[in-house]
């Protein structure tokens, strides 16, 4: 039986030496991080990276139509509703052409002044609700070029009885 285990023994370790024994080995390294809102007041996109990237409207050649912007956001306050309104007129440009954007935030169309958007009875437990960007079609076609905006939203908790 000793002698079972020492060619046994030898056997494993002039294996292992070999090259062709080794298994490959690969190491990958990426970064995880976590955005935890607090618990009172929150208004944050479903994908993170709605905000963090540049989102395409879609040009449908056949219909003349740009396919709108969707997204859906989670929204809390439990002190109130919630307002929101735009920082500045949404739009389109190529340099020459603008294409004027309609957004609107749980089905209410947001204005350069502040308008409730969520209830307070809705805020308080938390909801989500969608997000929609779309064009606003002109009389014209669409003219060709490479068109970029920015679609900048402000929100707001509102305290209860107040008018956004």
Partial sequence: MTLFKTLAF???SAICVLPSARAAVERETFEVFVEIPTAQFYVLPVDPTLVQRDQP???????SQLKPLRAQFDVKNVSGAIGAR?????????????IDLRVTFNNQELGLTSSEV?????????????????AIKAADDYAPGNYYGTVHMVFDALAPGANP
């Fill in 57 to 63: 409207l879609d040009y449908n050649p056949v219909s």
């Fill in 118 to 134: 969520v209830s307070s009875t809705d805020a308080a437990p938390g909801k989500r609700v969608a997000l929609e960007i779309a």
């Fill in 10 to 12: 030898a056997s494993l």
């Fill in 86 to 98: 735009l920082d500045a007129e949404p739009f389109l440009f190529n340099g020459r052409e603008r």
